[in-house]
């Protein structure tokens, strides 16, 4: 059906910047949301970043406001996680996700599609 496969991530310091890079393949996204989320060792998943894909609205987590960006490419049918003034706390494995609705939500039982995940590590 839909596959979503991840790459970018790495290890940065404080303070540095990294962009994620989510491939979308198997169906049209013209009406799907894609998020993005995050699980730390021992915690549990927390949400990042979402954007309509029809329109490119937005919708972010307090903790990355102002610091992450979420973009999309039409004709790659890919998501962009740029990611600035990284921190320890951004230290995690991310998520790709997607579904079929014009909704922007912040559940992750809303996203029936899901990708490998890309490891996150910021050095102090």
């Known amino acids: 059906q839909v596959q979503l496969v991840e790459s970018g991530g790495g290890l940065v310091q404080a303070g540095g910047s990294l962009r994620l890079s989510c491939a979308a393949s198997?169906?049209?996204?013209?009406?799907?949301?894609m998020g993005w989320f995050r699980q730390a060792p021992g915690k549990e998943r927390e949400f990042v970043a979402a954007?309509?894909?029809?329109?490119?609205?937005?919708l972010y987590a307090d903790s990355v406001k102002g610091r992450f960006t979420i973009s999309r490419d039409n004709a790659k049918n890919t998501v962009y996680l740029q990611m600035n003034s990284l921190k320890s706390a951004d230290t995690a494995v991310y998520y790709c996700?997607?579904?079929?609705?014009?909704?922007?939500?912040?559940?992750?039982?809303?996203?029936?599609?899901w990708g490998q995940g890309t490891q996150v590590t910021v050095s102090s």
């Open positions: 996700a997607a579904d079929r609705s014009v909704i922007v939500s912040m559940a992750s039982a809303f996203y029936d599609y």
């Open positions: 198997g169906r049209t996204f013209s009406s799907y949301v």
């Open positions: 954007i309509r894909w029809s329109s490119g609205s937005t």
